[in-house]
């Protein structure tokens, strides 16, 4: 039951954690293998859109930026999206405040983070923010700036996790095209959903025939690897934690099964004298440990599921300091695993427990 309930409990963790992703992460990301960005012009894009592969694509601009305001300065990233993100990356799901998608030029939508560290919670006039980032070396001379500055206006508040709150700025992309000096058709990225699952070289020998410059194609969990590979390592690891709990708690079964076969030595006798085998006395002993474990891991697999959709349709545990109802996340998989386990770990117990049972016949009294 324990098992059950705390791996179906960190699912629910980890399925929190990466929909928190689905606001920034496409399922699928064109990046540019040479330099830092892709040319796409809008017959391409159009055409890619129309492919019998694709769903959607969108293009997206994004770039480390200096953000000021006042006394407060903080760095970020802003992003440049079309009018269509949202279709992709749900964020106007995410808005406090403001409206998606952004209709004006020079408007920015902030995160939540930003705006506390930039004192801007709270703030009833119209905010703005001055937005900097590096000219390009072949814009450089001796008498210029090192820094593009821009005034931005913010229309609008984003929350999703503190993380990625005191990260983003987004704007609309001719703006940053723009304010980057980028032309028309340069984007950072392109993010585009499929119609149903393809290989990615099924896609990159698709999209080959649309995009000229040299590209490569990321997933969702490549873009994530290190979360992807910590969430599945700490997975493992809580596994193994409760598996050696319940090792432990098998001892019970193996105490069980010794003061069995202590009480039911003298009645050896008479299962030889019936016709046993000293093979089939140590099986008798075997399967009752093999029942217990059966039953008691069925008991304990009910139970567990109880609990968790419980937990799941009427919450009785949140968040602390939240009224955010604690995730859980009830699997087939997870109850296969808890049952396999505890049935494997239950035979070697009892085969190990029952080894040596009237191994010596003179041991039967």
Request: aromatic content about 14%.
């Amino acid at each position: 039951m324990s098992l059950f309930v705390v791996l179906s409990a960190f699912g629910g963790l980890k399925e929190f954690g990466l929909s928190l992703n689905n606001f920034f992460y496409a399922p699928y990301t064109i990046f540019p293998k040479e330099g830092k960005y892709l040319t796409i012009d809008s017959l391409m894009l159009q055409r890619i859109n129309q492919s019998e592969m694709i769903q959607m694509a969108t293009p997206e601009i994004q770039e480390k930026v200096f953000i000021n305001r006042g006394q407060k300065n903080q760095v970020g990233f802003i992003k440049g999206i079309a009018s269509n993100y949202h279709q992709i990356n749900p964020i106007d799901t995410i808005l406090l405040s403001g409206q998606w998608p952004i209709k004006e030029a020079k408007q920015v939508i902030l995160g939540y983070g930003l705006a506390s560290e930039l004192d801007m919670i709270g703030v009833t006039d119209v905010a703005s923010l001055q937005i900097m980032v590096p000219k390009k070396p072949n814009r450089l001379d001796f008498f210029s700036r090192g820094y593009t500055t821009g005034q931005f206006q913010v229309v609008g508040f984003y929350q999703v996790s503190q993380e990625l709150d005191n990260r983003y700025v987004f704007s609309p992309i001719e703006t940053v095209q723009n304010f980057l000096g980028l032309n028309q058709n340069q984007y950072s990225s392109l993010l585009f959903l499929t119609n149903q699952l393809y290989p990615i070289n099924e896609l990159e020998s698709h999209l080959n025939s649309f995009v000229e410059d040299p590209f490569e194609i990321k997933t969702k969990m490549e873009q994530n690897a290190s979360l992807y590979q910590m969430l599945n390592s700490e997975h493992l690891a809580i596994y193994f934690i409760f598996t050696l709990v319940l090792v432990i708690a098998l001892f019970n079964v193996v105490g069980s099964l010794i003061m069995m076969i202590i009480v039911k030595k003298p009645q050896f006798k008479i299962f030889l004298s019936l016709g046993l085998t000293l093979e089939k006395i140590r099986l008798i002993f075997f399967y009752v440990g093999v029942q217990i474990c059966f039953i008691g891991g069925m008991m304990g697999l009910l139970l567990g599921s109880i609990i968790v959709l419980i937990q799941n349709r009427k919450p009785i545990l949140y968040v602390p300091g939240t009224l955010l109802p604690y995730p859980v996340s009830f699997e087939f998989l997870n109850m296969f695993i808890v049952f396999v386990t505890v049935i494997t770990l239950g035979v070697l117990c009892s085969w190990w427990t029952t080894y040596g049972v009237g191994k010596k016949r003179n041991e039967l009294g």
